[in-house]
C-alpha cells in the first residue's frame, strides 16, 4: 500500500470574489499535492468555502437575494478560477451541503454529550467583520477590534460554550513534543505566547442571526464558525462522531487519510486553526494534523489591496495577460512562503523575461535547435563522457536530494532557485563546451554528440522537477524532448536519475515556451483595465478644506433612545437621539447593517447642525458617523457608555 498524504486549503469565505491571496493559497497547495503524487504517494487535496454567518445573511439581504443564491454564485467563480490555473484537488467542501452540516451536528452532540459543550450567556465586545467576541482588555485603542481595526459594539446573548480551557496543557504539551506542528517558527511563537496567557472557554453557538447549521434540540441557536467551518477537514472525508471510538468505517476516506499532513493558511487565521481545531480534536479524541503552515499576505507595490484604490490583482485578469504557468511560477518564487509579499506587475515581467524566457527558454531553444541542425533532430549517444559531463550529472542529483529537503519545508522558493541553479549551469556548460565549434570539427562528432545530450538529458529532468510549478510548460517541454508528456513516479529516487533520456529518439517541434514580453505594451494595457476603477476612486477624493471650515461642523455624542425601521424602506432607520438638551430624529440608511435593537441605549458620534432633510415623509435633524466599507457596510462610530449626550467631539 502506498503512503498516504493529505493536503487542504481553508475554506475561503463567500462574501468576496476570489482574489490573489485565495490564488496563491490554493497555487501552494495544489504544488504541495502534484509533488507527492509525482513521489507515488496516494494524495488527497481538499478545498471549498465557507457559507454560513451573519456577513453573508446581512450581503444577500442587500441584494434582495437568499444567502445560498448569493453562496451559489460566489462559488461558480472558485470553480471557474480553479479549472483555469490547474487546480487538482480531490473534492471541494461547501458548508451548506447536507453531509457537512449532518456531521457538524453530530460533532456537536457528542462534545455536547462529553460535557465539554455547555449552555450560557456571552456578554462582550462584537466585531461583525471578524465575527469574534472580545473582552475589554483584548480591544485595541479606542475600542477597536484588536484584528481589523474596526469598531465593535457591546452584545449579550445566549449561548453554548466549548469547554477550550480544559485542553490548554494538553495542547502546550503537544506543540512542546512536535515543533513543526506550527509552520513557520515565528507563527509558533506567537501562538505559543497566546495559549499561555490562558485559554478561555469558546463562544460556539449565535442567536442573532439564522443563517447556519441548527443545534441540535435548541432551534433558536445557530453552531457558530469555529465549530461549523473547522470541522470541514473530516466532513469532507466522511467522519461520523456516532461510531465510538474512531468516527470511521473501514472503507473510508477519513480512515484513508486523517490525520492531514498540511492545512495551508493565512496568517490571519492561524489561531483558529493551531488553537480552536486542535483542541475540538482533542476532544473528540482525534489526532491532530501533522502540520499547520501560516503563509504571508500580499500587499501591492507597498500599498494593502483596496477597492477604493483600485490595485486590486484581479487572478482572472493576471492569467489572460501572463499565462496560468507564469503566475504560478512567480507566486511561489518571488517571496519566501510564509512571508508577506509585494506584488508588482514589473517583476512579474521581468521574472518572466529573466528567469523564463532569457534562462530556461533560450537553454531549450537553443540547445534542442542544435540537435536538430547538427543530428536531424535525433538525440545523439551518450557516448565519451568527461569530467565536465560527470559535474553536470553530478548536480543533477544534488538538485533532487535539494529538491526534496526543500518541498518538505514548502519551502517552494528555495525548491525554484535550486532547480535554476541546475539551469544556469547548464547555460554555462553549453558556453563553455562550444558545441557550435566542436561542429567544425567531424573528428570531435562523438563529442560534440555527448555534449547536447547531457544538456537535453539535464532538460529532461528539469522537466521532472518544474512539473508540479508549470505542468503545462513541463509537458510542453517533453513533447519537444520526443518523450511521454505525462510524468508518473513510483518513487521519489527517480527524480535523481540520470542519463535517463533515450538516444535515438526523435526531438519534438521545438518551439519558445516562455516568448519575452514587451514591458511598456503589457503595462499600457493593465493601465488601461485599471483606469475605471482608479477614475471612480479618483471621484471619491474631496478636495482640502481650511480649519475654519471644519470648526462649523459640531459632532457630539448623542445617546439613542429608540430605534425603529421607517416602514416600506429596506435601508432606513429612525432614531430618537438625545443630544443633552433635547431629543432630535435622526433617519440613517444603515438598517442593511444594523437592526433596531443593536442600537437602543448607545452612544453615538453625530453632526449635529446639518441642514434637515426629510427622508420617507420623515424630517432627519442629523447625521450619524459611520465608517463604511468596500462591500457597503457600516460601521458606526459607538462611543464608551460614560460619555454624557452632548459632549463634544473634537
Given at each position: 500500500m502506498s503512503e498516504r498524504f493529505y493536503i487542504s486549503t481553508p475554506i475561503y469565505y463567500v462574501n468576496d470574489v476570489p482574489h490573489i491571496g485565495h490564488t496563491y493559497t490554493t497555487i501552494a497547495a495544489d504544488t504541495m499535492a502534484r509533488y507527492q503524487r509525482m513521489c507515488g504517494k496516494d494524495t488527497y487535496f481538499l478545498t471549498g468555502t465557507d457559507e454560513h454567518g451573519q456577513k453573508i445573511e446581512q450581503a444577500a439581504q442587500k441584494r434582495g437575494m437568499s444567502p445560498l443564491q448569493l453562496a451559489d454564485e460566489v462559488v461558480q467563480r472558485y470553480h471557474k478560477l480553479w479549472s483555469l490555473i490547474g487546480i487538482t484537488?480531490?473534492?471541494?467542501?461547501?458548508?451548506?451541503?447536507?453531509?457537512?452540516?449532518?456531521?457538524?451536528?453530530?460533532?456537536?452532540?457528542?462534545?455536547?454529550?462529553?460535557g465539554d459543550i455547555y449552555a450560557g450567556d456571552y456578554e462582550g465586545w462584537y466585531c461583525t467583520p471578524c465575527e469574534a467576541f472580545w473582552t475589554e482588555s483584548q480591544l485595541g485603542e479606542g475600542g477597536l477590534c484588536p484584528d481589523c481595526g474596526r469598531p465593535t459594539a457591546r452584545m449579550k446573548e445566549p449561548t453554548y460554550f466549548f469547554r477550550m480551557s480544559k485542553y490548554q496543557d494538553q495542547l502546550l504539551a503537544h506543540i512542546e513534543a512536535n515543533p513543526n506542528f506550527i509552520m513557520p517558527e515565528s507563527r509558533k511563537n506567537e501562538i505559543v505566547s497566546f495559549i499561555k496567557e490562558g485559554l478561555r472557554d469558546l463562544s460556539v453557538s449565535r442567536t442573532s442571526f439564522s443563517w447556519g447549521v441548527e443545534v441540535p434540540n435548541d432551534p433558536k441557536h445557530v453552531i457558530y464558525v469555529w465549530i461549523d467551518a473547522l470541522t470541514n477537514y473530516i466532513s469532507a472525508l466522511g467522519y461520523d462522531a456516532r461510531i465510538e471510538p474512531a468516527g470511521y468505517v473501514d472503507d473510508s476516506l477519513f480512515k484513508k487519510y486523517w490525520p492531514a499532513d498540511?492545512?495551508?493558511?493565512?496568517?490571519?487565521?492561524?489561531?483558529?486553526?493551531?488553537?480552536?481545531?486542535?483542541?475540538m480534536l482533542m476532544a473528540l479524541g482525534l489526532p491532530l494534523p501533522k502540520h499547520v503552515f501560516a503563509h504571508g499576505w500580499w500587499t501591492v507595490e507597498g500599498q494593502k489591496m483596496s477597492k477604493s484604490l483600485g490595485n486590486v490583482v484581479n487572478p482572472f485578469q493576471m492569467i489572460d495577460t501572463f499565462g496560468v504557468d507564469v503566475v504560478r511560477y512567480f507566486l511561489l518564487r518571488e517571496v519566501t512562503f510564509g512571508l508577506d509579499g509585494d506584488f508588482s506587475y514589473k517583476a512579474l515581467i521581468h521574472r518572466t523575461n529573466g528567469d523564463l524566457a532569457n534562462d530556461l527558454g533560450n537553454l531549450v531553444t537553443r540547445s534542442l535547435g542544435m540537435i536538430g541542425r547538427y543530428f536531424d533532430g535525433i538525440v545523439p549517444p551518450a557516448d565519451f563522457c568527461e569530467q565536465a559531463d560527470e559535474d553536470i550529472q553530478a548536480l543533477i542529483i544534488h538538485t533532487a536530494n535539494e529538491y526534496h529537503k526543500y518541498f518538505a519545508e514548502l519551502a517552494f522558493n528555495k525548491v525554484l532557485a535550486s532547480v535554476w541553479a541546475l539551469v544556469s549551469a547548464l547555460n554555462k556548460y553549453i558556453d563553455e563546451m562550444q558545441p557550435w565549434a566542436l561542429a567544425k570539427d567531424e573528428s570531435k562528432r562523438n563529442r560534440l554528440g555527448m555534449v547536447l545530450y547531457t544538456v537535453a538529458d539535464g532538460l529532461r529532468a528539469i522537466s521532472n522537477f518544474i512539473a508540479p510549478f508549470m505542468p503545462d510548460s513541463a509537458k510542453k517541454l517533453r513533447a519537444q524532448l520526443g518523450m511521454s508528456t505525462e510524468i508518473a513516479f513510483a518513487d521519489a529516487v527517480e527524480l535523481a536519475n540520470v542519463n535517463e533520456l533515450k538516444a535515438g529518439s526523435k526531438l519534438g517541434e521545438v518551439v519558445a515556451l516562455f516568448p519575452r514580453l514587451d514591458e511598456k505594451e503589457i503595462m499600457a494595457k493593465i493601465q488601461a483595465e485599471a483606469a475605471p476603477v482608479a477614475d471612480k476612486a479618483a471621484k471619491d477624493e474631496k478636495p482640502q478644506i481650511a480649519f475654519d471650515d471644519f470648526a462649523k461642523v459640531n459632532l457630539v455624542a448623542g445617546f439613542v433612545e429608540d430605534a425603529e425601521r421607517v416602514p416600506k424602506s429596506d435601508k432606513l432607520l429612525k432614531l430618537t437621539v438625545n443630544d443633552g438638551k433635547?431629543?432630535?430624529?435622526?433617519?440613517?440608511?444603515?438598517?442593511?447593517?444594523y437592526a433596531p435593537e443593536d442600537l437602543k441605549g448607545k452612544t453615538l458620534a453625530f453632526v449635529e447642525n446639518l441642514k434637515p432633510v426629510k427622508l420617507m415623509g420623515i424630517q432627519s435633524n442629523g447625521m450619524v458617523l459611520s465608517a463604511t466599507d468596500a462591500a457597503g457596510k457600516h460601521n458606526l462610530l459607538f462611543l464608551p457608555d460614560g460619555v454624557p449626550a452632548g459632549t463634544i467631539i473634537k
Open positions: 484537488n480531490n473534492d471541494f467542501i461547501r458548508t451548506t451541503e447536507p453531509r457537512h452540516k449532518k456531521i457538524v451536528q453530530q460533532v456537536f452532540q457528542k462534545l455536547q454529550a462529553a498540511f492545512h495551508l493558511v493565512g496568517k490571519d487565521i492561524v489561531r483558529f486553526h493551531t488553537v480552536y481545531w486542535p483542541t433635547a431629543k432630535r430624529i435622526i433617519v440613517s440608511g444603515i438598517a442593511a447593517t
